[in-house]
């Protein structure tokens, strides 16, 4: 993985997930922070941080966006979720328009 | 977890949750301030998207609607300042830099205005859609639209510096083609209505001006040909400003604009104009022009009409001078090979110039059928044309030559209206051709006898098929002769018969001349064989048709082998017994019919080089006391001599009379038997229906002429075919 290809999640705790950036994308907030034409913090050092997600979260919002990419190009599987991150997650999901 | 999904689930069972801080609403809103600032400022590499991004997912999921809307407005006002300070930079820039200026600018407002736009994304999701607000950047679009471009010093501007711009590209000045598309593109971005009614409208009003002014310049100093070119450069020019600066949409109303001023306008002027105008063109075969014409005018409505209807008038009117005009009529070959000439340049012009348009190709057909028609002899000619190509024209041509020219005189035939006497003529010239044996190729004939079969039916053809048969009989028959009774005729002279069905051929009735002694004898030899395998025929001679071949020995020795007609030959041969002949005694000897013996005489004795017989007195023509010697001073280089008969080739005006007359006839029970077929399957028909109903029929042949169907008709009603209704005189009842 390049760096230009990849992009750092920081959670509230601080623990930092380094994903594909294609990956990040499918979360439309995200993709505008890493496409906007005015050259934001964000744009520049290729990382952002989500001071109100927490790391259990953001792990599962990862895990979402690369099996997001997997089932658009046609591999079907379950996506499991577990019932007490529910709330937060939907939090997360309206947050980061996903 | 789509997003249909997640709409469901808007989090709403929070809200109460949250103690919001009434400052809040103010805490945001300074602080998204502070951004659009800095971002106007191209500052915004120190701001955090995600910050700001969640400070107003935060406003607007949890203030109230009032606070919003007030955000809202706030935010307008923020946009509002800085797009003034803009405004007045734009309007300070000077001359040639307001254009640059304002790119810049609405480069930069672009852009900040997309980055306001994701930061502001939420709102636009959950906010605007509730409240039916205009979105943040269509919000941005129409501020720039109304605080910058309408602003009153600049709107004026604008539209000046880029009609200006257009101007003087136009008048050959290179501009900064990329500013300008620029500029049109933000035109177009704030909304089509923006650049229609902001530069469009007033585009092509300055267009139309220009051209109106130029086209008049220009008409008045050039000739129609560099007017066009003009024109075509003038429109080319407009398509490409389109496509390099200007909306797509607007090359319709541009061109449109282009085709009025300097085309539709003048249309008429330029077809006309003297010395230059379409038919000028036309004459001198300015393939280009006319091409250029046809491609401007096409685009005018009614551009092509005129084009073709001056070209039509003016193929009419040559056709007509060229068929009217006395000085042609005297060389048929030459009338036709005329006509074919004028096609040929007419083809010519309509597929290098005018596309192979088919509504120009049906004017041509039209003209030439009017005008070929417009001259009674048409017919005549075309077929003395074809005789004269089969007996000489196409001797050593290559045979898709000689279907090059069949094929052009069937386009001829095609026009004419009287095909019957088409054919009458044509079985006369066939027939002359095939008894003196002076067909170039028997293929060709063929292959033009297809062709009218192809056109007219079999029925047109199937005479002159005969005729062709008639000949491959007859040499047959003339092989059995001489098998059979060979050794009884010793030396005596070699005859060639040919044995015509009555019928097919066109046979004039002609008086029987006295045959010399030694051919009668050979002539009754044949007869009897003939008669003999052929039983119930009756034979008689057509002596006005043959030929012979002499052989003459004269004073010095020196021998000749003569060819000669029939009537000649008569004539030689009295010659065999006496040196001095007076036309009285020639004339009571052969009982050669007068008019028919002075020609051959004539033929004899006056044309130079070839004048076996000398005459008493020496003069042109032949006089009823004229004495006859036989030539015996005569020399040739050739040994074998030809002796053409001095005949009328075109027919002269009492044959042509008789010709015309016995085509009447013959048209007589064609007419009839069209009746009789309508009226069998019609039963009852009034006059007029039968007379458009003969005409349908027989149109392929001739175009009957409505007062003979009527004479025809009452001839039918005297035989009791028809009868008129008892109680509608205008009935017609088939009766039988």
Redesign the interface.
């Known amino acids: 993985m390049r760096k230009e290809e990849t992009v750092k999640l920081i959670s509230a705790e601080g623990f930092e997930f380094v994903i594909h950036k294609d990956a990040a994308m499918v979360s439309?907030?995200i993709r505008?922070?890493l496409t906007?034409?005015?050259?934001?913090?964000?744009?520049?050092h290729g990382e952002?941080?989500?001071?109100?997600i927490s790391t259990t979260i953001l792990e599962k919002i990862c895990k979402?966006f690369y099996w997001n990419l997997q089932y658009a190009s046609g591999k079907q599987t379950e996506?499991h979720i577990e019932p007490e991150l529910v709330l937060e997650l939907?939090?997360a999901?309206?947050?980061l328009?996903? | 977890?789509s997003a249909q999904k997640?709409r469901n689930?808007?989090?709403e069972a929070?809200k109460h949750r949250v103690v919001v801080d009434p400052k809040y609403a103010e805490k945001t809103w300074k602080i998204l301030e502070h951004a659009i600032h800095e971002?106007y400022n191209?500052n915004?590499?120190?701001?955090?998207?995600?910050e700001l991004?969640?400070f107003v997912?935060f406003a607007y999921?949890y203030l109230t609607d009032g606070l919003m809307v007030f955000l809202h407005i706030d935010r307008v006002t923020t946009m509002t300042y800085h797009l003034k300070e803009i405004s007045k930079s734009i309007e300070a820039a000077q001359g040639e830099l307001f254009l640059e200026e304002l790119n810049r600018k609405w480069a930069d407002h672009n852009?900040?205005l997309?980055?306001i736009r994701?930061i502001l994304?939420?709102m636009d999701?959950t906010f605007i859609p509730s409240t039916h607000k205009t979105p943040v950047h269509e919000l941005g679009l129409n501020l720039w639209r109304d605080v910058v471009i309408h602003s009153s010093k600049t709107q004026a501007r604008l539209l000046d510096t880029l009609l200006e711009l257009v101007h003087r590209e136009r008048s050959g000045e290179v501009i900064n083609r990329g500013l300008m598309r620029n500029i049109i593109k933000m035109l177009m971005d704030l909304g089509s209505s923006v650049y229609q009614d902001d530069f469009e409208k007033h585009f092509l009003e300055v267009s139309a001006d220009f051209y109106r002014c130029e086209s008049q310049e220009f008409i008045e100093s050039c000739d129609c040909g560099n007017y066009l070119k003009k024109a075509e450069r003038r429109l080319m020019e407009e398509m490409e400003r389109v496509s390099h600066y200007l909306d797509a949409r607007s090359e319709a109303k541009i061109t449109n604009v282009v085709e009025k001023e300097m085309i539709e306008s003048h249309m008429n002027r330029l077809v006309h104009m003297e010395s230059s105008g379409l038919v000028n063109m036309l004459v001198d075969d300015k393939y280009d022009d006319l091409g250029r014409m046809y491609s401007l005018f096409r685009r005018v409505q009614n551009g092509l009409v005129i084009v073709r209807d001056v070209m039509t008038a003016y193929i009419r009117d040559t056709g007509k001078q060229l068929v009217t005009d006395p000085e042609r009529l005297r060389d048929p070959v030459d009338f036709v090979q005329r006509l074919l000439d004028l096609k040929d340049k007419y083809d010519k012009v309509i597929n290098l110039a005018f596309n192979n348009d088919k509504t120009f190709q049906n004017a041509l057909n039209s003209s030439f059928e009017y005008f070929i028609n417009l001259n009674a002899r048409s017919p005549e000619f075309i077929s003395l044309f074809v005789d004269d190509k089969l007996r000489k024209g196409l001797r050593g041509v290559s045979e898709e030559d000689v279907e090059v020219v069949l094929d052009k005189v069937m386009m001829l035939f095609r026009y004419l209206q009287e095909k019957d006497v088409f054919e009458k003529y044509y079985k006369q010239h066939l027939a002359k051709r095939l008894l003196s044996g002076k067909t170039v190729s028997d293929d060709a004939e063929r292959s033009l006898i297809v062709k009218l079969k192809t056109e007219c039916g079999y029925q047109f053809t199937s005479k002159l098929e005969g005729m062709f048969t008639d000949m491959k009989t007859s040499q047959d028959t003339m092989h059995g002769f001489y098998s059979a009774v060979g050794h009884q005729l010793g030396d005596s002279p070699t005859l060639a018969v040919q044995v015509l069905t009555t019928g097919s051929w066109p046979t004039q009735p002609s008086a029987t001349c006295n045959l010399p002694a030694e051919i009668l004898w050979v002539c009754e030899k044949f007869k009897s064989y003939y008669l003999g395998t052929h039983t119930g025929r009756r034979l008689s001679w057509q002596t006005n048709m043959g030929t012979a071949d002499l052989k003459t020995t004269f004073g010095k020795g020196q021998k000749h082998e003569l060819n000669v007609s029939t009537y000649q030959m008569c004539v030689l041969m009295l010659f065999n017994n006496t040196d001095r002949l007076t036309y009285k005694e020639i004339e009571q000897a052969t009982e050669i019919p007068a008019s028919d013996l002075k020609r051959c005489l004539q033929s004899l004795a006056c044309v130079k080089g070839k004048n076996v017989l000398r005459k008493e007195p020496m003069s042109k023509d032949i006089a009823e006391d004229d004495a006859f010697f036989f030539n015996d001073k005569f020399t040739s280089k050739f040994f074998k001599v030809k002796i053409g008969t001095v005949v009328a080739q075109r027919e002269s005006e009492p044959e042509n009379q008789e010709t015309r007359q016995r085509v009447e006839e013959d048209r007589k029970p064609q007419i009839e038997a069209a009746i009789v077929r309508i009226m069998k399957s019609r039963r009852v028909l009034d006059h007029n229906n039968i007379v458009a109903e003969v005409t349908k029929q027989l149109q392929v042949r001739f175009l009957p002429n409505p007062v003979v169907i009527k004479k025809r008709i009452e001839s039918l009603i005297e035989r009791e075919f028809l009868e008129r209704d008892k109680t509608d005189r205008k009935l017609y009842r088939y009766l039988a």
């Open positions: 439309q907030t505008n922070m906007s034409p005015g050259s934001f913090a964000e744009t520049e952002v941080t989500f001071p109100e979402y996506f939907m939090m999901a309206n947050y328009h996903t | 977890m997640k689930f808007q989090i929070f971002i191209h915004a590499s120190g701001l955090s998207f995600e991004y969640r997912t999921t852009k900040a997309q980055m994701d994304m939420y999701r």
